[in-house]
């Protein structure tokens, strides 16, 4: 079965700069990657995905990209703000496979 | 309505207690999921149904009964459990099975004496 690996399991980072949450799938057949961010207490919510097809998927400050032949994808955040810190869960599904697998988590926290 | 909802929001059981977990979205999606998850890791899955009907069990005990009754509803039935099932329990939906992003509710929190 698919396999994902997620690094770092801790982030800080100062308020402004950037940050970057790296992931390796082991499944060269899965072709979804989600991203979601669960803040303290709350859901599990979906920031950005990114499909096989394209290698970069941007939305305002938030941006994934992806590796398929060294089958790794990663979160950027710029300008990171305090409402950025929470964990972060990363994943991998093959097409018309049901089951996501996630990622261990980055718990990211912003330093104002 | 754009949200999947979850009740109750905590529940408290004993051991030997009968409980319900409920979940309802009306997106029109055809697939609903049960999650459980633990303090510190990532979402676990338990149980998928797709159009009504159960698709995957990931070898979850039987004390966790899942439910479909209708393409909106989903319920998780609870029975005899133990302290570490204490745990958040997530539903999730997606539109289409196996290839549309799946939607997570806001959970319950269940503490298991």
Not at chain 1, 13 to 29: N, R, W
Request: aromatic share 8%.
């Amino acid at each position: 079965g698919e396999n994902v690996e997620q690094h770092p399991s801790t982030l800080s980072v100062q308020e402004g700069d950037s940050a970057v949450i790296k992931c390796t799938y082991s499944d060269s057949a899965s072709n979804y990657f989600p991203w979601y961010k669960q803040e303290l207490g709350k859901r599990p919510q979906l920031i950005i995905d990114i499909r096989s097809n394209v290698g970069e998927k941007k939305d305002q400050r938030i941006a994934v990209t992806l590796n398929k032949t060294a089958k790794h994808f990663s979160l950027h955040i710029t300008e990171t703000q305090p409402e950025d810190s929470a964990v972060y869960f990363c994943a991998a599904r093959n097409f018309g496979n049901e089951k996501l697998t996630f990622g261990t988590g980055t718990r990211l926290t912003i330093i104002p | 309505d754009t949200e999947v909802t979850q009740t109750p929001k905590h529940l408290v059981m004993g051991m030997t207690n009968k409980k319900s977990l409920k979940c309802e979205q009306h997106m029109g999606h055809r697939a609903m999921y049960w999650y459980k998850q633990k303090a510190k890791k990532p979402p676990e899955l338990m149980f998928v149904y797709s159009y009504e009907k159960l698709s995957i069990n990931e070898s979850v005990p039987s004390r966790f009964s899942p439910e479909c009754p209708n393409s909106s509803l989903l319920n998780l039935h609870l029975h005899a459990l133990q302290p570490e099932d204490s745990a958040l329990y997530l539903c999730a939906s997606s539109q289409v099975p196996g290839t549309d992003t799946q939607y997570f509710g806001p959970g319950t929190r269940l503490t298991v004496l």
